[in-house]
C-alpha cells in the first residue's frame, strides 16, 4: 500500500509564505487524482486544493484561489502545495490524499482513498 509522507509545515506571519510537500512511497500514478486538506480544531475538513495525475488539471478551493498552488513531480512521487499570501485562517493541519479515479470528481468533498499524517501550518 502507497504510504504518503507530509512534510513542510511551520510557523510563519501573515503575508508569508510556506511550500508543504507530500513523498509517496512508491508511484501514485495508479491513483487518478491528488488532493490537499486541511482541517481547524473545531472545524470540518476542507479540501483545498486537487490535481489529476494523467492531464496535470488542477481546481481549487475557493478559499485559495490566487493564492496557493498545488503541483507534483512524478520522477519524485512528490505532490507539492505552494502556499502564498498566507492569512491566519489558513491556520490548520494539511494533509495529501491520494484517490482513484472514479473518486476524483468529488475528491475534495469526499476526500481520498489514501491519507498522509498531516503536517500542521500555523499563520499568525
Known amino acids: 500500500l502507497v504510504q504518503l509522507v507530509e512534510s513542510g509545515g511551520g510557523s510563519v506571519q501573515a503575508g508569508g509564505s510556506l511550500r508543504l510537500s507530500c513523498a509517496a512511497s512508491e508511484d501514485t500514478s495508479t491513483y487518478g487524482c491528488m488532493g490537499w486538506f486541511r482541517q481547524a480544531p473545531g472545524k470540518e475538513r476542507e479540501g483545498v486544493a486537487k490535481i489529476w495525475t494523467n492531464s496535470g488539471n488542477t481546481y481549487y478551493a475557493d478559499s485559495v484561489k490566487g493564492r496557493f498552488t498545488i503541483s507534483r513531480d512524478n520522477a519524485k512521487n512528490t505532490l507539492y502545495l505552494q502556499m502564498n499570501s498566507l492569512k491566519p485562517e489558513d491556520t490548520a493541519m494539511y494533509y495529501c490524499?491520494?484517490?482513484?479515479?472514479?473518486?476524483?470528481?468529488?475528491?475534495?468533498?469526499?476526500?481520498?482513498?489514501?491519507w498522509g499524517q498531516g503536517t500542521q501550518v500555523t499563520v499568525s
Open positions: 490524499a491520494a484517490g482513484i479515479a472514479t473518486r476524483c470528481r468529488s475528491l475534495l468533498t469526499l476526500g481520498g482513498n489514501i
